[in-house]
Every structure is written in C-alpha cells, then in structure tokens.
C-alpha cells in the first residue's frame, strides 16, 4: 500500500521557519517525484517545490524562491521542507503529493493532476 505522510505543520511568527517532512513508502518505481503544495481558504491548491528522485532535479514557486528550501533523503524517500521568512500569505494546508511511474516536467510539476497520492495535509499558520 502507498502511504504519503507529512508532519511539521505549526503556528509561527512572520519571520519565523518551520521545517515539514514529507515519509513516501509502498511503490517498487525508481521514477518518481515528490511535490509540496498548499491550499488557502477560498484558493486553489498551488504548487511550492518538487524535488524529483529520477534526475535530482528540484523545483520551486516563484513565491517562494530564496526563502523555501527543499531537501531529500533518498534512501529513506523522505522529503523536508525548509521554510525561512515566513510571511501571514504563507498560511495554508500544506500537502506532500507523490508522482510515480513517469519523470516530472519542469512545465508541470505544479499541476496538481500530475500527482498520484497525497498525503492528509498538515497546517501552517503565519501570524503577523
């Protein structure tokens, strides 16, 4: 069975880090990808980083860039993301989506369609 499990979620200050980690198990593909993406209330989920696990190719959201950090541990197919300056605009469910079988693409890894499993979410609020 494949599991996609997140933890780290928690209120901060804006200005503040937080670092989620993001356990994918069950799936025998050495192709696969494993994306972060956050939902605010009334928004669509959009994605924040991508790190693929074929080519070691890494991705992020232009809002994010120089502020969030994504990091892997291959052996454990872990993800974590490291979350620095944080804004109150960063405030969301924060979710880990898994995408197995084929390579992510620089032009669709932030498509949520793109991913096969998800994990149950976990929240982030940034206070001012």
């Known amino acids: 069975e494949v599991q996609v499990v997140e933890s780290g979620g928690g209120l901060v200050q804006a200005g503040g880090s937080l670092r989620l980690s993001c356990a994918a198990s069950?799936?025998?593909?050495?192709?696969?990808?494993l994306g972060w993406f956050r939902q605010a209330p009334g928004k669509e989920r959009e994605g924040v980083s991508c790190?693929?696990?074929?080519?070691?190719?890494?991705y992020y959201a232009e809002s994010v860039k120089g502020r969030f950090t994504m990091s892997s541990d291959n052996a454990k197919n872990t993800v974590y993301l490291q979350m620095n300056s944080l804004k109150p605009e960063d405030t969301a469910v924060y979710y880990c989506?898994?995408?197995?079988?084929?390579?992510?693409?620089?032009?669709?890894?932030?498509?949520?369609?793109?991913?096969?499993?998800w994990g149950q979410g976990t929240q982030v609020t940034v206070s001012s």
């Open positions: 989506a898994l995408r197995i079988g084929t390579r992510v693409l620089r032009r669709t890894w932030m498509l949520p369609e793109e991913y096969n499993y």
């Open positions: 069950g799936f025998p593909f050495d192709d696969y990808a």
């Open positions: 790190a693929s696990f074929s080519d070691g190719s890494t």
